[in-house]
């Protein structure tokens, strides 16, 4: 896809996203990027008849939009080449964040509640994202296999279990996923973008597990198909995070495994992304814990150390499995 119908995907996907009737909008960020965003958004807007304001730049201080008004949606353009730069707060309490990086290739990277749960720019902006970058995933990241092999370790999957690596990406957790549940388990990876499995294909992980298109928040499983769910960096980048541990929880047997990881603890990974560490974040302590209770599981490890992230819930019996 070329760049221009990138930004047009991007931009239909942000107008979709915008709150109904008459709004205020604010683009914001470091950089000059956001004016090309709100110049953009604007033009879009006025092209689809709708009673939207679009203002460029930061608030002066002062909330609220036109004429005194609370903005009603504020867009955060992150547009710094070559890696991340600290940001304050503006990132994290924006509606939706927008990924500049490459001003030719606009992604949607985050969407507030409740703005996040409709439309159809998830499957889309997620894309967008994870393709281009497949092929050199494992340059990148490759360094990580051996955390990702003491994380499975650690949860003790028993053999002959049936396991979805849910997110697999390039499938680096595959061969000690396959490992652990040895040659009468059964290991499936899945993941959104057809890009990420094509690369996992290429670099011969597909021999440690079947390969499967799909989206993590409508599973094409049976309930209770899984004796344990991995899902590495997957919950974060969920628009609900709480009806994706409802699907994870409807696939997973009673007394069935979840197995959250990440190769880099939270306080690391929010330092590499220029953020401060948010306390309310779905993978916080507490958040957590009140998440996967919610959700039919129980809690029982909890590990987030600088090297890792790591936590372990029990599927509960009888706990809520509706996605």
């Not at 070559?82 to 030719?104: F, M, N, S």
């Not at 597990?209 to 198909?225: E, G, N, T, Y």
């Amino acid at each position: 896809m070329a760049g221009p119908d990138r930004w047009q995907e991007f931009l239909a996907n942000l107008v979709s996203l915008l709150p109904a009737g008459t709004a205020a909008v604010r683009v914001d960020g470091p950089g000059q990027l956001r004016r090309l965003v709100a110049g953009k958004l604007a033009a879009a807007v006025r092209a689809a008849g709708l009673p939207v304001t679009v203002s460029d730049g930061p608030s002066s201080g002062r909330p609220g939009g036109p004429g005194g008004r609370d903005w009603d949606a504020v867009i955060w353009v992150r547009s710094e080449r070559g890696g991340h730069t600290r940001q304050g707060d503006g990132e994290q309490t924006a509606t939706i964040v927008a990924d500049l990086h490459d001003p030719d290739w606009p992604v949607i990277r985050h969407v507030a509640s409740p703005l996040a749960s409709g439309g159809r720019w998830y499957v889309a902006e997620t894309r967008a994202f994870f393709a281009p970058r497949a092929a050199t995933w494992d340059s990148r990241f490759g360094d990580d296999m051996p955390a990702y092999a003491a994380a499975i370790a650690a949860a003790r999957l028993a053999p002959g279990a049936v396991v979805l690596d849910i997110g697999a990406g390039t499938g680096r957790a595959l061969p000690p996923l396959r490992q652990a549940v040895g040659p009468d388990g059964t290991v499936i990876a899945i993941d959104l973008t057809p890009e990420m499995l094509r690369h996992a294909r290429t670099v011969g992980r597909a021999g440690y597990a079947a390969l499967v298109v799909a989206d993590a928040r409508r599973l094409p499983f049976a309930a209770a198909a899984a004796d344990a769910v991995f899902a590495a960096g997957l919950i974060n980048h969920l628009p609900d995070p709480e009806a994706g541990l409802r699907q994870l929880a409807r696939v997973t047997r009673p007394g069935g495994q979840l197995v959250l990881f990440h190769p880099t603890g939270r306080a690391a990974l929010a330092a590499r992304h220029g953020r401060t560490l948010d306390p309310g974040e779905p993978l916080a302590a507490g958040p957590l814990q009140r998440l996967t209770s919610a959700t039919g599981w129980r809690l029982t490890a909890y590990d987030d150390g600088e090297q890792r992230f790591l936590a372990i819930a029990t599927r509960q019996l009888g706990g809520p499995a509706r996605p």
